[in-house]
């Protein structure tokens, strides 16, 4: 299954990525869109990613300005459904085991003119914030990650 996961860059440098939800193609977004063809169900469940990748960065002071989802494909066996979260996603799920650097197929990421949006819309900038959910992520394979620019 195909599992986006929201990250800062700086996470991005260790050997198993944190352990948090992430998104997918889940029953209930299939639901919940149910017009979307597999491609934009896709598209749905790594901008609700991205969404929380920019939650992160509220949280990471440190980490570079920058919204970024891992795209990451592990068995389903070892996925779990969180959809009944309070925040009501629900393209929301649970990797249950850790997962490893070499499980990325790719990354997404604001391209770097955009952090300066990001940081003006984590300080509460309205504006800012629709620029920020406006941007395209850029794709970068996995064995691009440390050419991202940061």
């Known amino acids: 299954m195909r599992i986006y996961l929201p990250l800062t860059l700086d996470e991005l440098d260790a050997d198993e990525l944190p352990d948090r939800r992430g998104h997918a193609v889940t029953a209930a977004l299939r639901a919940a869109l149910p017009d979307e063809d ?5 598209f749905a469940a790594q901008l609700m990613a991205a969404d929380d990748s920019f939650e992160l960065l509220r949280r990471a002071a440190g980490a570079p300005r920058l919204r970024a989802v891992a795209s990451v494909d592990v068995p389903d066996a070892q996925v779990a459904d969180v959809s009944d979260d309070d925040d009501g996603a629900p393209s929301l799920v649970r990797v249950t085991r850790p997962v490893s650097r070499s499980e990325i197929a790719c990354v997404h990421v604001d391209e770097p003119a955009v952090a300066t949006d990001v940081a003006a819309a984590l ?3 309205a ?12 794709w970068y394979d996995a064995s691009e990650v440390a050419q991202i620019p940061r």
């Open 123 to 125: 300080d509460g900038d």
């Open 127 to 138: 504006s800012a914030v629709e620029r920020v959910d406006d941007a395209d992520l850029l």
């Open 38 to 42: 597999d491609e934009g169900l896709e």
